[in-house]
């Protein structure tokens, strides 16, 4: 499995937002310059993160973005998967015989179903408020200003 460009700044834009959420709703603008990601980049990602339930728009002037619910109740696995769609590594478990009539008797599905579990397991037991108390963690150790580390990939 390999998370696409789109997948991981969605996961950079909601961990912007939940750090920032004291702010009110976060502007694209700042989220971007932040982040060092184009605003158009980040309109992409933004829509299907809103239409998901995930985030809340204000338009105009004033305008942004805020989180539906607390950091903790998000998990990454939520985040991906509504950018991503499916995390599993090979169609055939998400489509099973529609995709391949072989995997009746497939050996090597289970590899994948192993792989698929793994995934799961580890996207599913990540907070968004996890990743911020990391971020955070990062931060007090590096010892500098809370917005003079760019947050990576």
Excluded: F
Aim: glycine share 8%; net charge negative.
């Amino acid at each position: 499995m390999k998370i696409s460009t789109r997948g991981r700044y969605a996961l950079r834009m909601m961990l912007d937002i939940a750090l920032h959420s004291d702010e009110g709703s976060i502007s694209l603008k700042s989220i971007a310059q932040r982040q060092e990601i184009s605003v158009k980049y980040l309109e992409q990602i933004v829509t299907p993160l809103s239409r998901g339930g995930l985030l809340q728009a204000t338009r105009g002037a004033q305008g942004g973005y805020w989180l539906n619910r607390l950091p903790e109740d998000y998990t990454v696995g939520e985040i991906l998967r509504t950018i991503e769609g499916s995390l599993a590594p090979v169609a055939c478990l998400d489509s099973g015989e529609a995709y391949c009539q072989r995997i009746g008797q497939c050996v090597t599905v289970e590899v994948y179903r192993r792989i698929d579990e793994a995934i799961d397991n580890v996207v599913d037991n990540i907070t968004l408020q996890d990743l911020v108390d990391i971020q955070r963690e990062k931060r007090e150790s590096a010892e500098l200003p809370a917005d003079s580390l760019p947050l990576s990939d």
